[in-house]
Every structure is written in structure tokens, then in C-alpha cells.
């Protein structure tokens, strides 16, 4: 599967941004989908998670009540509502593809079985 990120951008703090990744393929239902952030410097860390169905979503604590992940299995696009934006959430937003099937949020964070990445796409949230 190929992974296109989009919808990056530069928001003030306090204000929202829509990620969008649109993926190729026709087993993407099959794929639990994840957004990662990496900032200047540091790792690359898990912000957010939904299962195959998009029954199930997972998040980092400190995007938690913040963020809405999404997905539409018919447009082949996993989404990421930001809300709220903060200085600290300034990072490059990749989203991945995992064939695992996370039964909570430890799971969901580990990054080992993502295997497919997208370009990612830049956020800055200025102060």
C-alpha cells in the first residue's frame, strides 16, 4: 500500500488543522491505520490510532481529548482532526499502515508493525 499525508500547514496556537492520508490499494480495510509525529531532534512518537473498522481509536496522552482520528474505508483516507494546537505539537505527521490488530493502546503505539509510511507532512503551530 502507498500512503499520501496532506493537510499540513502553519495555525496559531489554539487553532485546528485537518490531515488527510489517501491511500492506493485495495486492502486498505484490512489495516489498522496510525499517525506518527517527530519533531526536531527527537523520535519519531505515536499520536493516534483506529482500527481496521474504525470501531477502535487510540492516542498518545498528550493529544488525548485534542485529536479525532478517522477513516472513510470507501475513499481509501484516514484523517486527523487536530484541535486545539499547541507550540509542543510543532512536528512532521506521518501515517502508517499496520497489518497487527491492537487490542489496546500499548499495542497501538508500537511502531514495529507499521510497515507502510507516507511522506509526511509539516505542521508548525506558532505562539
Known amino acids: 500500500v502507498q500512503l499520501q499525508a496532506s493537510g499540513g500547514g502553519l495555525v496559531q496556537a489554539g487553532g485546528s488543522l485537518r490531515l488527510s492520508c489517501a491511500a492506493s490499494?485495495?486492502?486498505?480495510?484490512?489495516?489498522?491505520m496510525g499517525w506518527f509525529r517527530q519533531a526536531p531532534g527527537k523520535e519519531r512518537e505515536f499520536v493516534a490510532a483506529v482500527s481496521w473498522s474504525g470501531g477502535s481509536t487510540y492516542y498518545a496522552d498528550s493529544v488525548k481529548g485534542r485529536f479525532t482520528i478517522s477513516r472513510d474505508n470507501a475513499k481509501n483516507t484516514v484523517y486527523l482532526q487536530m484541535n486545539s494546537l499547541k507550540p509542543e505539537d510543532t512536528a512532521i505527521y506521518y501515517c502508517a499502515a499496520s497489518w497487527a490488530s491492537p487490542t489496546g493502546t500499548a499495542q497501538a503505539m508500537d511502531i514495529r508493525p507499521y510497515r507502510y509510511w507516507g511522506q509526511g507532512t509539516q505542521v508548525t503551530v506558532s505562539s
Open positions: 490499494g485495495r486492502t486498505f480495510s484490512s489495516y489498522t
